[in-house]
């Protein structure tokens, strides 16, 4: 992979070409450049080590064509490993780059700043032993991309997405980061990417986590709790980790697509009109539906679509498990997917008005209704990663070959191929002869140095 020399690629995503830059070795001097700073500015904290007791705060501001960059002039040498570092108030369009984050308090994005990006960054905070998170976003607009968070041993998580009251910071992104080695041991609490939290349920954030890579990532059975409203979590890796699952908790409206979870990773939805597709499982991971309970502290899975995916489930668990709880998950409609199981395929000990169609399951079925599905080897095979992929074999069965459809939701497939109104069950498009456009993420293709 080709990438950028370091001042060429600074220069990129910083569009300040016809701002000034400015390099200063101090808090003092760093909030007095900022204080005259205007858009397309360029602000460089020389190399070496910021043990600030006090954060500087920011409250400058640039245009969407030209932000004001704050950042390390030559990239993870300006190490933050004091007590604090930045503070936002009122900021906006403001970049923040390729520091270290080695401080003792959470670096927060305040709810008073607006398009904000933390960018190229490495987050392994001094830990005090006890419950902290590291990065804090709850400004509208947040971009959060190709940073490295790693060596979480505390309760708390990597990266928490929140906002004041029952309010959630909406429109951010969080794409191309690594998130690595979350060591917490505990039985909750140690999420890598929290979105949302408690009473957010119904708040819609419309943020989208993408294209990230969770190593290790094993603080929580939840690698990935969604805790609010109106999401897309799609084209991310999880590998790697002894647990943790893209969980949609609470809240509704969320679309789960394209990911790879690979190892003990799954998916388990709770709340209305979700969407999960052209995922692949692979592992001690399972798709899971989840029930609620009569005090609706968990509200149950209701009118979600879970099409065109495959689960290749092992240790004797089953690919779709319905939980079974107070209240039953009603009206989901399960079709088009590749179920695979050493044990039974699918488990549904209650459930309400569900639509099973087109589904392939291996020869011990389970709870799947005869109208629901086949029962057939979809002959697949590993590739060089150990993904279990289609193969020309897998064809020769009709539905496999053939799913039911349209879905209009999912035109594509796992790949980014396109999909036809009846193409192939699972969350692959079939190629004869043709590269695989899309494989599980590795470390070189996201954090601080990647494209």
């Given at each position: 992979?080709?990438?950028?020399?370091?001042?060429?690629?600074?220069?990129?995503?910083?569009?300040?070409?016809?701002?000034?830059?400015?390099?200063?070795?101090?808090?003092?001097?760093?909030?007095?450049?900022?204080a005259?700073?205007?858009?397309?500015?360029?602000?460089?904290?020389?190399?070496?080590?910021?043990?600030?007791?006090?954060?500087?705060?920011?409250?400058?501001?640039?245009?969407?064509?030209?932000?004001?960059?704050?950042?390390?002039?030559?990239?993870?040498?300006?190490?933050?490993?004091?007590?604090?570092?930045?503070?936002?108030?009122?900021?906006?369009?403001?970049?923040?780059?390729?520091?270290?984050?080695?401080?003792?308090?959470?670096?927060?994005?305040?709810?008073?700043?607006?398009?904000?990006?933390?960018?190229?960054?490495l987050?392994?905070?001094?830990e005090?032993?006890?419950?902290?998170?590291?990065?804090?976003?709850?400004?509208?607009?947040?971009?959060?991309?190709?940073?490295?968070?790693?060596?979480?041993?505390?309760?708390?998580?990597?990266?928490?997405?929140?906002?004041?009251?029952?309010?959630?910071?909406?429109?951010?992104?969080?794409?191309?980061?690594?998130?690595?080695?979350?060591?917490?041991?505990?039985?909750?609490?140690?999420?890598a990417?929290?979105?949302?939290?408690?009473?957010?349920?119904?708040?819609?954030?419309?943020?989208?986590?993408?294209?990230?890579?969770?190593?290790?990532?094993?603080?929580?059975?939840?690698?990935?709790?969604?805790?609010?409203?109106?999401?897309?979590?799609?084209?991310?890796?999880?590998?790697?980790?002894?647990?943790?699952?893209?969980?949609?908790?609470?809240?509704?409206?969320?679309?789960?697509?394209?990911?790879?979870?690979?190892?003990?990773?799954?998916?388990?939805?709770?709340?209305?009109?979700?969407?999960?597709?052209?995922?692949?499982?692979?592992?001690e991971?399972?798709?899971?539906?989840?029930?609620?309970?009569?005090?609706?502290?968990?509200?149950?899975?209701?009118?979600?679509?879970?099409?065109?995916?495959?689960?290749?489930?092992?240790?004797?668990?089953?690919?779709?498990?319905?939980?079974?709880?107070?209240?039953?998950?009603?009206?989901?409609?399960?079709?088009?997917n590749?179920?695979?199981?050493?044990?039974?395929a699918?488990?549904?000990?209650?459930?309400?008005?569900?639509?099973?169609?087109?589904?392939?399951?291996?020869?011990?079925?389970?709870?799947?209704?005869?109208?629901?599905?086949?029962?057939?080897?979809?002959?697949?095979?590993?590739?060089?990663?150990?993904?279990?992929?289609?193969?020309?074999?897998?064809?020769?069965?009709?539905?496999?070959?053939?799913?039911?459809?349209?879905f209009?939701?999912?035109?594509?497939?796992?790949?980014?191929?396109?999909?036809?109104?009846?193409?192939?069950?699972?969350?692959?498009?079939?190629e004869?002869?043709?590269?695989?456009?899309?494989?599980?993420?590795?470390?070189?293709?996201?954090?601080?140095?990647?494209?």
């Open positions: 992979m080709t990438t950028l020399p370091s001042a060429q690629e600074d220069a990129a995503v910083s569009a300040t070409a016809t701002g000034r830059q400015v390099v200063v070795e101090s808090a003092e001097a760093l909030a007095k450049a900022l005259g700073a205007a858009p397309g500015d360029r602000v460089e904290l020389a190399p070496g080590n910021y043990r600030w007791d006090k954060p500087v705060t920011l409250r400058v501001s640039g245009t969407e064509e030209a932000p004001v960059t704050i950042a390390s002039a030559r990239r993870g040498k300006a190490v933050f490993d004091g007590r604090a570092s930045f503070a936002f108030a009122g900021a906006e369009h403001l970049v923040i780059q390729g520091f270290q984050f080695r401080q003792s308090t959470p670096l927060t994005v305040a709810h008073t700043a607006r398009h904000i990006r933390i960018t190229r960054n987050f392994e905070l001094d005090p032993g006890t419950k902290n998170s590291w990065l804090l976003v709850e400004a509208d607009d947040t971009r959060v991309d190709r940073n490295t968070f790693r060596h979480k041993s505390a309760q708390g998580v990597f990266l928490q997405i929140n906002g004041p009251g029952d309010t959630v910071a909406r429109r951010v992104r969080v794409d191309r980061n690594l998130f690595h080695d979350h060591r917490y041991d505990g039985s909750n609490g140690g999420e990417i929290r979105l949302g939290y408690g009473v957010k349920g119904p708040a819609v954030a419309n943020a989208v986590i993408e294209g990230n890579l969770f190593l290790g990532a094993s603080g929580d059975d939840e690698v990935v709790s969604v805790k609010c409203s109106g999401n897309t979590v799609r084209n991310n890796t999880v590998t790697g980790g002894k647990r943790g699952s893209i969980v949609l908790r609470s809240g509704n409206g969320t679309t789960v697509s394209g990911n790879f979870l690979l190892g003990t990773a799954g998916i388990r939805v709770y709340g209305d009109d979700h969407e999960v597709f052209n995922n692949h499982i692979q592992g991971g399972q798709l899971i539906v989840g029930p609620g309970d009569h005090d609706r502290a968990h509200l149950p899975a209701r009118r979600t679509l879970i099409v065109h995916n495959t689960v290749v489930a092992t240790g004797g668990r089953a690919a779709l498990r319905v939980k079974s709880g107070e209240v039953p998950p009603s009206k989901v409609t399960v079709a088009a590749i179920l695979v199981s050493d044990g039974k699918v488990q549904v000990p209650a459930a309400e008005g569900f639509t099973w169609r087109g589904n392939v399951t291996t020869k011990q079925r389970g709870d799947l209704p005869a109208s629901g599905g086949v029962q057939a080897d979809p002959r697949l095979e590993a590739d060089a990663q150990g993904v279990l992929r289609l193969t020309r074999d897998s064809l020769k069965i009709p539905a496999v070959e053939r799913a039911p459809g349209p209009p939701q999912v035109s594509n497939d796992i790949n980014g191929r396109t999909r036809p109104a009846l193409g192939n069950a699972g969350a692959e498009q079939f004869a002869g043709s590269a695989v456009t899309r494989a599980p993420l590795t470390a070189e293709e996201v954090g601080p140095s990647s494209k």
